[in-house]
């Protein structure tokens, strides 16, 4: 069992940035695919970026491609999210996720198994 516990987000004006932490419980999720997702009021949950286990590789939304950035720190347990060039309709509740079953990128939130509780970024036009 891997818990995942997400931080960074908040209130920021449309053109700002933000730098989502995720921290897993065990060193064993450096082994995992990791993933962003997101959801919106009255939305269902949506794909944002993703990186394989190794960090070689890395998949993005087409609506945050060239703005956002994710990465990992397997030493820290870690995967980041840093959201440039934030706009109002990225607005939302993120979440990490990790397949401990993939190596390679995992776009499907059906394939997670594990996701953190999320954090609210709002931002502000």
């Known amino acids: 069992q891997v818990q995942l516990v997400e931080s960074g987000g908040g209130l920021v004006q449309a053109g700002g940035s933000l730098r989502l932490s995720c921290a897993a419980s065990?060193?064993?999720?450096?082994?995992?695919?990791m993933g962003w997702f997101r959801q919106a009021p009255g939305k269902e949950r949506e794909f944002v970026a993703a990186i394989s286990w190794s960090g070689g590789s890395t998949a993005y939304a087409d609506s945050v491609k060239g703005r956002f950035t994710i990465s990992r720190a397997d030493a820290k347990n870690r995967v980041y999210l840093q959201m440039d060039t934030l706009k109002p309709e990225d607005t939302a509740v993120y979440y990490c996720?990790?397949?401990?079953?993939?190596?390679?990128?995992?776009?499907?939130?059906?394939?997670?198994?594990?996701w953190g509780q999320g954090t609210q970024v709002t931002v502000s036009s």
């Open positions: 065990s060193r064993t999720a450096s082994r995992y695919a």
């Open positions: 996720a990790a397949d401990p079953l993939s190596h390679a990128l995992v776009v499907d939130a059906l394939t997670y198994d594990y």
